[in-house]
């Protein structure tokens, strides 16, 4: 069974063709706080860089984003940290959030 990092990555490819994805796992920089999880897999940090975002407000990215990680929210996922970027806006070094 893929690990909820796979889960994340594959659903946010297959929402946001062609997409640049990294899902990098923080759970245990949250250990013993709210919804942290014994085994982890809890609290995540995405990056999306697809053109798929062009024209989009940051909320609507955002809202997009978790419409396309809905089933996973339901089963365990507490908290994300999501950088939501056009190419264009990656590769000019934004660090806005999306």
Known sequence: MP???ERLA???E???PPAEVRVADDSARHAG????APGGETHFS???VSPAFA???RLARSRAAHAALAAEFGGGL???SLRLLTPE???AGSTARG
Not at 33 to 36: M, Y
């Open 33 to 36: 706080h709210a919804g942290a």
């Open 3 to 5: 690990s909820r990092a």
């Open 46 to 48: 995405v990056l999306v």
């Open 55 to 57: 024209g989009m407000s």
């Open 89 to 91: 806006e990656a590769a």
């Open 14 to 16: 297959a929402a946001f």
């Open 10 to 12: 594959a659903a946010l």
């Open 78 to 80: 507490h908290a994300l």
